[in-house]
Structure formats: C-alpha cells, structure tokens
C-alpha cells in the first residue's frame, strides 16, 4: 500500500525521504552525483541506512547507477506535462479495469471505494491535503485492483508516488471547491459501479482526470 509522508517508522525510511526532499527542492540536481559520505555529514547518520535508502532510490528510478559515476540523480520533479501524460496511464489502467471487469462479469465490492471517498471527504473538512491526496490515490488504486493484474496496481502506485511527492507546488495545491467537484464525481462514479454501469463509470472518470489536468494548469 502506498504510504502517506507521516509514515517515517525506520532510520533508512527517514533518509530516503530526506533525499526526495532534496530532489524535489532543487538541492539536489539531475545528473548530481551521490556518495554514502557526502549523505552520512549531511543528515549525521551511519551509511548503513544510507544504502538502504539508495538502493531502494535506485529500484524505484529516482537515482541511477552510472559506469565511472557511482549514483547520480534522475530527472524526476512532475511539471504539468508530465502530470498529463502520468493521468494518461492511470486512465488507461482503470479503462482495462473496468473493461475486464464488464468482459469477465466479475462482481465488484464498493465498500472501499465509499470508504476511501468518506476519508477523503473528512481531511476535505479538515483541510489536511495530504490525507486527502492519499486516499484520493487510494481510491483509484483499490478500483485497479479489481483487474486482477498485480502489474497496473504496481505500475499505478509509482504514478501515484511521483505525484505524490515529486510533483510542483501548484499540482497539489487543490482548493476547496475543487475537493467537493471531485468528492462528487466519485460518488457518481461508485453509484455507477453498483449499476454495473461500467462505461458510463469511466465516462466519468475521464472527465475527472480531465478536471485534474485543467486544474494543473491554472
């Protein structure tokens, strides 16, 4: 499951959040390059956790290993083209979702679905952005699941986790009658799950992603 930022429980998770960080704010630049003692003075921690948070940098393609280089920084801050293109994948993971779901007559429970809208309706309230992009995200991911195909729901959280945490301010800066536009469409999108009014559920999600994009823009 995707995690939200407040989910810091080991050192190595600490670091590796302190270098998206770094990333995100320009302090650290693409094709930068990267040593575990550089790390280790910045943040005053072991290199043990260090490499861990690396590695997993690395298996995630946000730092690179290059021949003579060692590890480098990627390219990874999300502009609004990039966001486009990156709606454009979760919009053709949930159309194979719900196609394959129509095709193999396979019953769908919507209770997580509703939850999730409930949880994001209440960070809305609270206007705690973070919980409620986190359950927005989960929402989409608990709906992909239901294809079967363990690669969208992976291939989905990484599109969800660049948004999340490499995107520019103004993407996630949603205001609030934005929230209630999209809180809405996703009750009509569920009512329409229940209906097994599949079409008519990515209808609607189309144009809540379209939504989205326009609002990336502004």
Not at 18 to 38: A, D, F, M, Q, V
Request: glycine share 2%.
């Amino acid at each position: 499951m995707l995690k939200s930022k407040r989910d810091y429980k080991t050192l190595d998770k600490v670091v590796y959040f302190s270098i998206i960080e770094k990333i995100k704010t320009g302090e650290l630049k693409p094709n930068e390059h990267l040593t575990e003692e550089r790390l280790s003075k910045e943040l005053g921690v072991s290199r043990s956790p260090i490499r861990k948070a690396i590695t997993a940098l690395v298996a995630e393609g946000f730092l690179d290993y290059r021949t003579y280089s060692g590890v480098v920084v990627k390219d990874s801050l999300v502009d609004s083209t990039r966001y486009v293109q990156l709606l454009e994948v979760i919009e053709l993971f949930v159309k194979a979702t719900l196609e394959k779901i129509e095709q193999m007559e396979t019953e769908i429970s919507t209770t997580d679905l509703r939850n999730c809208i409930q949880s994001m309706d209440r960070a809305s309230y609270l206007k705690d952005i973070d919980e409620y992009l986190f359950n927005e995200h989960q929402f989409f991911l608990r709906l992909i699941s239901h294809s079967g195909n363990p690669y969208y729901k992976d291939m989905a959280k990484k599109v969800f986790f660049n948004i999340t945490y490499f995107a520019v301010e103004s993407i996630n800066q949603i205001n609030e009658d934005m929230r209630d536009r999209t809180i809405k469409h996703l009750n009509q999108i569920v009512d329409l799950l229940d209906k097994q009014a599949f079409q008519e559920a990515n209808a609607e999600i189309k144009k809540l992603l379209g939504e989205f994009v326009v609002n990336a823009f502004r």
